[in-house]
């Protein structure tokens, strides 16, 4: 199974400050098709999931353009250009390339 | 806007079964795979098992191999899991979740099964 880390496990941001996260997989989850599977969500307190980020560097619907991704390879990354109080959460990075999919630990966001 | 409300969790005995459903609504549930995850009382996430659209492939992760079972009904909207033998380390609060052969996009808002004598 891919296993997937992220660091740190425990953020805390000054709001209007910058965050990042980072995440790494244990193989490439470049694919033989040109995408590379590494998605980001973010679960808020008593709240299921949320997605963020999809194939490294696309926000979803609806997400702010504060929130950004980069990276390649085994090697990923997940920006907040400015962090929110809103902000506060379980940020997960998931890989799937390959089943089973797997996810990261998490890092707790929280705002000082 | 999408909705996927999850129902049938519980209190089970270890070795006991669940069906767990999920109606979906809001977008073309026939034309998604879609998929039932999990999260252990203060854990990270788990993927647990995925189905194709047309309901002709089933991916499962190891350890629920041979114990769950991953359905749906495309004409009523709703998704299922079937969950035999259960066990101690079962026991989480699964999701519903919509997407495609290797995304997740909208998450229910799940439905906590426990597994204790």
């Known amino acids: 199974d891919i296993v997937v880390t992220q660091t740190p496990l425990s953020l805390s941001v000054t709001p209007g400050q910058p965050a990042a996260i980072s995440c790494k997989s244990s193989q490439s989850l470049l694919h033989s098709d040109g995408k590379t599977y590494l998605y980001w969500y973010v679960q808020k307190a008593g709240q299921p999931p949320q997605l963020l980020i999809y194939?490294?560097?696309n926000r979803f619907s609806g997400v702010p353009d504060r929130f950004s991704g980069s990276g390649s390879g085994t090697d990923f990354t997940l920006k907040i250009s400015r962090v929110e109080a809103d902000d506060v959460g379980l940020y997960y990075c998931m890989q799937s390339i390959q089943r089973p999919f797997t996810f990261g630990p998490g890092t707790k966001v929280d705002i000082k | 806007e999408v909705q996927l409300v999850e129902s049938g969790g519980g209190l089970v005995q270890p070795g006991g079964s669940l069906r767990l459903s999920c109606a979906a609504s809001g977008f073309y549930f026939s034309g998604y795979f879609m998929t039932w995850a999990r999260q252990a009382p203060g854990k990270g996430l788990e993927w647990v098992a995925t189905?194709?659209?047309?309901?002709?492939?089933?991916y499962y992760v190891d350890s629920v191999k041979g114990r769950f079972t991953i359905s749906r009904d495309n004409a009523k909207n709703s998704l299922f899991l079937q969950m035999d033998s259960l066990r101690a380390e079962d026991t989480a609060a699964y999701y519903c979740v919509s997407g495609g052969a290797r995304y997740f996009d909208y998450w229910g808002q799940g439905t906590l099964v426990t597994v204790s004598s």
């Open positions: 189905i194709k659209a047309d309901g002709s492939e089933k």
């Open positions: 194939e490294v560097s």
